[in-house]
Structures are given as C-alpha cells and as structure tokens.
C-alpha cells in the first residue's frame, strides 16, 4: 500500500515501515478516541460468532464488486496504521464500517457511538490513500442481527477532512507507541539473556525447561507429565519465557482452572525477576468490584464517571509497575478515581504476562482470546494443573435455566415483556409434556424454544436500554439467557439437551431444568488451541496422555513429555488396605474397617495427616466413626461452603511437629495447589478411587467415547478418578528429603489395570 504524505508527519518520511511502531485502527482509537463514562447499560453484544454471521450476511447483500475486509497501511505521524475495513464499494465510493448489535440502535451510548465514527473515519483515509481519492463517503452500520435491520448512516468526506482526523489520533498515541517499541526491545533482550532463578536445577527441572522452550519457540503444542515437588512452574515460566523473544511472542498468558495456583505462579515470577517484563494479576469481576451495589455507568458507579477521562494518566502510572497483581492494581485505580476491574481489561493490552483463570482464554466471551484474535498477536499459553481443563471447558461450553428463576422474573415483569415472556412459558410448557421428572437426555436442541427465548432477549435487551433502572433486577435472567443462546449457536455432536428436576413448582404442573451440557470439549476448543502460538498443558497427572488429547482436541503434532520422578520409593511407604471395599454399598458396613485402618495409619507415623474422601457425606460418617473411636486424636475437616479465612485455619492448624488429622474431599481444593512440606504433613490417606458416579450425564459420556472408538470406562471413570488420587496423594511428598506414608483405603488399587495408571516409583 502506499505511504501516507498528505501532512508533514515526523518520522514518515524518514524511517522505512519496518522502523516504524505498527498499530491497529481499532487498538488506534481505542486509544486515542474514547471519552467520558464507563457505560454498559446498554450493550448486551452479540456473540463472536453471532457478529462474524452478521458482518457476513450485511456484506453478502451488497453489489458484485464489493469488497470485503480490505486489508489497508500506510505511514501516519510517524506509525504505520494498518486494518481491515469490514466492507468497500469502488462504484459508490463508500467505506462501510459494520457494527452488530441488539435492540434499537439510537439508543447506543454516544461515547460508543462516537469510538465507531472515529474507526470508520479512519479506513476512510486509509482508502483514500490507497485509491487517490480526493473524497469518499464513510458509512456506519449498525446491523440488528435479531431483526436482520439495517441502520446505515452516512458522512461525505474529503481526504483532507479525514487525513486530519488520522493525524489527530496518531500524535495522540505516538509518545505511546514509541514507548511500547522501545519496551518490547528491551524486554526480549533481557529475556535472552534470562538467567534460571536458582542455583542449580532439581532432577528433571532442566528437562522440562527445554522441551518448553523448545516447543514454545517452535510453535508447537506440548503435553508435560512432571511429578508435583520438582519445582514444574519455576520450569515452565523460565522455558517459556526464554522462548518469548524467539518465537516473536506478543504475550504470554499463564493460566490455572484453580486460584490456589495463580498464587504458585505470581511468586515464581516474582523470583524469575526479568526487568523490564510488565506482569499483570486478572481476578473475577465480583473479587475487584469496588462498589457491587451500583451499576457499571457513571450514572451510578462514581469509578464509571469520567473513567475513559482519567484512564490514561491510570494506564502510565501502571505500566511502572513491573508486577501488578491485585493490590498494586487497586492502588493504581483508585489514585487515578477509575474502577480496578476494567482498568486491569485495559492493561491486558499492554502487559508482557497475564496471569489469570483459564477462562480468560477459553471462555465463550474471554477477552484475552478476542482481543488477541482482533490485534493479531501472537500468544503463548502455559496451562497449569491441565488436567483440570477437561471439566472446566464442559462448564465453559454449557449452560442451564432455571424455571423458577424464570417464573420469579416473569411474575413481576413489565406490560411491555409480557407477550415474549408468555412465550417462552408456552415453549417451556411444551418440554414438560413428554418429560417424566427424572433427567432425560436427547441429542437434538429444542429449536422451537430457542426461538422463543431469542426473541424474548431481543425485546427485553431493547426494554433495558429504554430502561436502565429497571436494568438491575433483570440483568442476571438476562445473562443466563443470553449464555444459554450462545452456547446453543455453537450446539452439535458433542453436547445434549437436558431436562432434568428442579426445586419443585409452587403451583401448577413443575417445569424441568433445561440445559445444554457439554459431554467433549474437544470440538469447542479446537479454535483456542489454533488460535495459540504455542500452548503447553502441565500437571502431574497427564497420563495416559491419549485419553488427556482426545479429551482437549489437541492434534496430531501435539509433543510430548513425561518427566521421570526425582523420588523413590524408599521417601513413601505405601500400603493398600486388602479386603476393604469403598465402594457406596459396601460404606455402612466396611466403615468399621476403614476406622481400624485409618487408626492404625496415623498410629504407625506420628505427626500431621490427611485423609480424603469421594464425598462430603462419606466424609462426615468416617470422621464420626472415627472420633468415637479414638476421641484423644485431634481431627478437623473440610466444610460445604469454605470462605478463604476458613481454608486458611484448616491449613494452619498443619503445623510443625503437630499431631492430629485432617478430613478433606478429593478432588477438592485441598487435594491439589497447597504444599505441606516437611514435618507439617507425614502422612495421606485416600478412600475410594474416585470414580464419578453413574449417572445419565456420566453414562452418555461413556457411550460417546465408545462410538468414537475410545476406551469409554477408563476414560471416563477410571483415569479421571485416579488422576484425583494421584493429586491427593502428591500433597505427601513435596521435596527429595521428604519421608511419609500412603494408605491407599480400598482393594482395587491391587489391581493391575488400576496400577498401571499410578506413579511407577510408587513401587506397586
């Protein structure tokens, strides 16, 4: 494309493209163009795949000769500003900036409005530079995909007109833009330079460190086995981190389906220390909230008012801050008057690390994956605790609607939502006609009731928007509504619809719980992994690393690696509790036995121990048991609903040289992410294998597998039970100068098929 010279600009002429800082039209008036209030009362966008449909059908009626997403650059004040303007019409000489949307398009806030203007006005220049045109008209619209409107409107402009605003909007971010080069450069020479954070390597550390960074900079997926004590985080940062520059990575994202584990990886980054690396925290919105009793616009929410004024004298003051983790963020937000949670969306952007949940990534609405799909950057992913993500992502990609919650909101709903509410009772109505009140299972989505719940968001979105204080008690149906549509667009062969019971019908016939669950997360997250530079998947419990990428819908060039334990089994007594059965029949009566076992275990090795259980039920009767007898043994447990105070007394009380037993949930948060070294911890306990109970989600899921060709039982019963047990056990021994012991409280573990799947230096 040709170089902009319509103005003297610095830099322009002087400097080749490659020397000058790229950026992005959107990233350019994000910038550069926003204004006023945080506002989102009124924007319930359509999904990603909702508005790519829509730019498509706008763009399929336009005239032959049309073209679509034309990519355009050029130089300006000293940038080189590239894009893709969603539409060109050569006949008309006409730009057309296309923005999807819900409801009635007058009533888009202003500053949005305004944001929209500014990125069509740009392609307007931009198109004029390519085409030598000395005016253009540059049209927005607004395309309403419930209704399939149309709203265009129009501005005729001149190439000066637009070259002026383009010019405007580069000086605003070329200081920036500047800075952000000379970061980059200074960031991937020290991260070449990286040196490993300790003295030496621990058995196996150094292997790790290089598969990583060998698949990182390759572009390639990896699979990472590596025991729990040997330091894997340390590994993986250091690995991919030393790969950044490389790879000519954008960012790196470091992700955990658990919190407990965020926290492992802010302090090996700490100690890592690569100045200048920029470092950002990301926590749930309700964790960040300043103020959860006021809506997100400047109306309500004094850190809403005025945000986009005051953001980027926040957004300078953050990006000195080498580690902004959750307090540092608050600290810079609230200096600067700005709400933290969207100012930590904002430094997504301009961070070399994030640190976060893996729904930032895989998430239907995650914004690390839109904006790095949007900028076109390059991301590496590290994925702790991976073998996690199988049932996250089945959360991710399914959703549910309550009946109840439906009558509550529809008894005291507005005139104006009646008629599209009845509707939707009608059509939910309709799916308790053949419905028994057990759970039923089908392989087909209930097209006419999604019809109905569309056009009954299309007009509650617009009743909001005219609305906005009544927006308060309505948001949450709304959000339940809206993720239930978008997670039925992308429904298919690896989901069912379910219809399953209920808190029970004040009055009337009882209407069922309606969700689409997801059974093989492999289909929806395909896009993710392809939309990743590089991703490696680590934990402790990967294998067999078959059934762990078929699960995740890695392919074929997915690498591989197990690390060999740097433990023996001279650190781990283990012993298998023979002729004891756990299994839910044989509980009441072996229970007796399980008590003498567990007696004889803590007995044997004094000091501090832990016992885990398949439920908080069984739990609750062993610790009972337990107690009445041998009441001179001090015993704690797990509860239902652990706030963070209590998690953290459950694990004070695991002191040095202490005595007693602590009772906990496998597969809980305290089975995995904590470490206990030393003395605090000198022996585990497990009862039962973990295996998911039988249910109809449990068993539709084995049947899909078996018709896939996969070993249904062991993939889904056997292997994810014993990944539980291998997690819980591995709180034991954490270092190579650890010693402990390992009651294993159930008689299958003897046998061979079960053995196989566990550690080899176990010594089984």
């Known amino acids: 494309m040709p170089r902009a010279v319509t103005q003297p600009a610095p830099d322009s002429a002087d400097h080749s493209r490659d020397d000058l800082p790229r950026v992005g039209v959107r990233s350019l008036c994000a910038f550069a163009a926003r204004a006023g209030d945080l506002d989102h009362r009124f924007t319930p966008a359509p999904s990603a795949l909702a508005g790519i449909e829509g730019h498509a059908t706008v763009t399929a009626r336009r005239a032959a000769g049309y073209q679509r997403e034309r990519p355009l650059a050029a130089a300006c004040a000293g940038l080189w500003l590239q894009g893709r303007a969603d539409g060109y019409d050569p006949a008309a000489r006409r730009v057309e900036e296309i923005k999807t949307h819900r409801g009635d398009p007058a009533l888009i806030p202003d500053n949005q409005r305004a944001l929209h203007w500014a990125q069509a006005r740009v392609y307007g220049w931009l198109l004029c530079e390519a085409e030598s045109l000395d005016a253009i008209e540059v049209a927005l619209v607004y395309f309403d995909i419930d209704s399939g409107r149309e709203t265009v409107q129009v501005q005729a402009c001149t190439r000066a007109e637009l070259a002026e605003h383009a010019h405007t909007l580069c000086e605003r971010h070329r200081g920036w833009a500047l800075q952000e080069q000379a970061h980059r450069r200074a960031r991937n020479a020290a991260l070449a330079q990286l040196p490993f954070p300790f003295t030496d390597y621990r058995r196996g550390q150094r292997e790790l460190t290089e598969a990583v960074f060998r698949a990182q900079r390759a572009g390639r997926h990896l699979l990472a086995q590596a025991p729990t004590g040997i330091g894997k985080t340390a590994a993986t940062l250091f690995g991919a981190l030393r790969a950044m520059p490389a790879a000519a990575s954008d960012q790196l994202l470091v992700l955990t389906p658990k919190g407990t584990t965020r926290a492992v990886a802010l302090d090996g980054l700490r100690r890592i220390h690569a100045q200048p690396l920029r470092v950002l925290e990301r926590v749930a919105r309700e964790k960040a909230c300043e103020h959860p009793d006021k809506a997100c616009h400047g109306d309500s929410c004094p850190l809403a008012r005025g945000f986009y004024d005051?953001?980027?004298?926040?957004?300078?003051?953050?990006?000195?801050?080498?580690?902004?983790d959750r307090e540092a963020l608050r600290d810079v937000a609230l200096t600067h008057g700005i709400c933290p949670y969207y100012l930590a969306q904002e430094m997504q952007r301009w961070s070399d690390v994030v640190v976060g949940d893996v729904n930032h990534w895989f998430d239907l609405n995650a914004q690390a994956w839109a904006m790095a799909q949007a900028e076109g950057w390059r991301v590496q992913l590290l994925l702790d605790e991976a073998h996690n993500l199988t049932e996250r992502a089945r959360a991710m990609y399914s959703a549910e609607l309550d009946p109840l919650r439906f009558a509550a909101q529809r008894a005291q709903a507005p005139r104006a939502l009646a008629a599209t509410m009845n509707t939707v009772h009608r059509a939910w109505g309709a799916l308790a006609r053949d419905w028994s009140g057990g759970t039923a299972l089908t392989d087909d989505l209930p097209d006419a009731f999604v019809n109905a719940l569309r056009r009954h968001v299309s007009a509650l979105t617009e009743f909001m928007a005219q609305h906005p204080h009544a927006s308060v008690a309505l948001q949450p149906w709304l959000f339940d509504a809206l993720h239930f549509l978008r997670v039925a667009e992308r429904f298919g062969a690896h989901s069912v619809f379910e219809r399953s019971a209920g808190t029970p019908a004040r009055r009337g016939r009882p209407r069922p719980r309606l969700a689409l669950r997801c059974l093989l997360p492999a289909e929806p997250l395909q896009p993710r992994w392809a939309g990743a530079h590089a991703a490696t998947l680590f934990s402790a419990t990967l294998t067999p690393m078959a059934h762990t990428q078929r699960l995740l819908g890695l392919g074929d060039r997915t690498a591989r690696i197990e690390v060999p334990s740097p433990f023996d089994a001279a650190q781990l007594r283990v012993r298998i509790a023979q002729g004891l059965s756990t299994r839910w029949a044989d509980r009441a009566r072996t229970l007796p036995q399980l008590v003498d076992e567990l007696l004889a275990h803590v007995r044997a090795t004094p000091g501090n121990h832990l016992a885990f259980f398949s439920s908080f039920e069984y739990l609750e009767q062993a610790m009972a048991a337990f107690q009445a007898a041998a009441p001179e043994v001090a015993v704690w447990a797990q509860s239902r609903a652990m706030d963070?105070?209590?998690?953290?007394?459950?694990?004070?009380?695991?002191?040095?040289?202490?005595?007693?037993?602590?009772?906990?949930?496998?597969?809980?948060?305290?089975?995995?992410?904590?470490?206990?070294?030393?003395?605090?911890?000198?022996?585990?306990?497990?009862?039962?294998?973990?295996?998911?109970?039988?249910?109809?989600?449990?068993?539709?899921?084995?049947?899909r597998l078996e018709r896939t060709g996969a070993g249904g039982w062991a993939d889904t019963y056997l292997v994810p039970g014993l990944h539980k047990v291998v997690q819980a056990a591995g709180r034991l021994i954490r270092t190579p100068d650890d010693r402990g012991a390992l009651l294993l409280l159930d008689r299958r573990f003897a046998d061979a098929e079960v053995r196989a799947l566990l550690p080899a230096w176990w010594g089984l």
């Not at 926040?314 to 902004?324: E, H, K, T």
């Not at 809980?668 to 109970?693: H, K, N, Q, W, Y």
């Open 644 to 703: 963070e105070a209590a998690r953290e007394g459950f694990l004070a009380r695991f002191v040095p040289g202490g005595q007693g037993l602590g009772f906990a949930v496998l597969g809980g948060v305290f089975a995995e992410g904590i470490d206990l070294p030393g003395d605090r911890l000198v022996g585990v306990a497990v009862a039962t294998l973990g295996l998911p109970p039988p249910e109809p989600l449990t068993e539709a899921l084995r049947e």
């Open 310 to 324: 005051r953001l980027g004298a926040a957004r300078a003051a953050a990006v000195q801050r080498a580690l902004l």
